[in-house]
T-cell receptor, first 117, second 114 residues
Framework: DAGITQSPRYKITETGRQVTLMCHQTWSHSYMFWYRQDLGHGLRLIYYSAAADITDKGEVPDGYVVSRSKTENFPLTLESATRSQTSVYFC????????????????FGSGTQLSVL | KQEVTQIPAALSVPEGENLVLNCSFTDSAIYNLQWFRQDPGKGLTSLLLIQSSQREQTSGRLNASLDKSSGRSTLYIAASQPGDSATYLCAVFNYGGATNKLIFGTGTLLAVQP
């Protein structure tokens, strides 16, 4: 199906384990984002990518690693999971950002609910 | 640092009522503002996007306004329906800054009672 998909939908892991959350989009959007959503903090940007092989830190990047070898995929890895990383993670994509007259809307995946025990 | 606030945090109205959700931001140098809807256990769906040069945008029963100088936006929902029940978030896009591409408010949880 076309769109932006995240997997897994739910994940339970233990402290110290490595976890990778997957994100795939079929629109060939240039920009992709990872957000985490927590009560009291709203949505916070972890990492974003402007194109394949181009990534940059967001507001809360510590403890996370991203890669973007292909335009359509943007996996997020927690190298050594901590309880503070228990959250709902959202991937999003967009065709363009500021600087053009055709700024596009942001499209979100359904999220991954991660629990770190 | 840009801060986005949404008041009220929760709102309950009877079906058919017109309602207004509020969003305020501290830095008026925004590029645009978006309103999103989030259903329980789901991702966000973009409802309306207002460019900084625009005053309002309309889509069906939804109307969003933007007053950059005062740092405020409102989302007006006409003739509310139970299907409108969801969390509504606003987000502003700021000029420049590597870590502040899109700043979200914490949302307003709307319940429309049948």
């Amino acid at each position: 199906d076309a769109g932006i998909t995240q997997s897994p939908r739910y994940k339970i892991t233990e402290t110290g384990r490595q976890v990778t959350l997957m994100c795939h989009q079929t629109w060939s959007h240039s920009y992709m984002f990872w957000y985490r959503q927590d009560l009291g903090h709203g949505l916070r940007l972890i990492y974003y990518s402007a194109a394949a092989d181009i990534t940059d830190k967001g507001e809360v990047p510590d403890g996370y690693v991203v890669s973007r070898s292909k335009t359509e995929n943007f996996p997020l890895t927690l190298e050594s999971a901590t309880r503070s990383q228990t959250s709902v993670y959202f991937c999003a994509s967009s065709d363009d950002l500021a600087g053009t007259t055709s700024w596009e809307k942001l499209f979100f995946g359904s999220g991954t609910q991660l629990s770190v025990l | 640092k840009q801060e986005v606030t949404q008041i009220p945090a929760a709102l309950s109205v009877p079906e058919g009522e017109n309602l207004v959700l509020n969003c305020s931001f501290t830095d008026s140098a925004i590029y645009n503002l978006q309103w999103f809807r989030q259903d329980p256990g789901k991702g966000l769906t973009s409802l309306l996007l207002i460019q900084s040069s625009q005053r309002e945008q309309t889509s069906g029963r939804l109307n969003a306004s933007l007053d950059k100088s005062s740092g405020r936006s409102t989302l007006y929902i006409a003739a509310s329906q139970p299907g409108d029940s969801a969390t509504y978030l606003c987000a502003v896009f700021n000029y420049g800054g590597a870590t502040n591409k899109l700043i979200f408010g914490t949302g307003t949880l709307l319940a429309v009672q049948p």
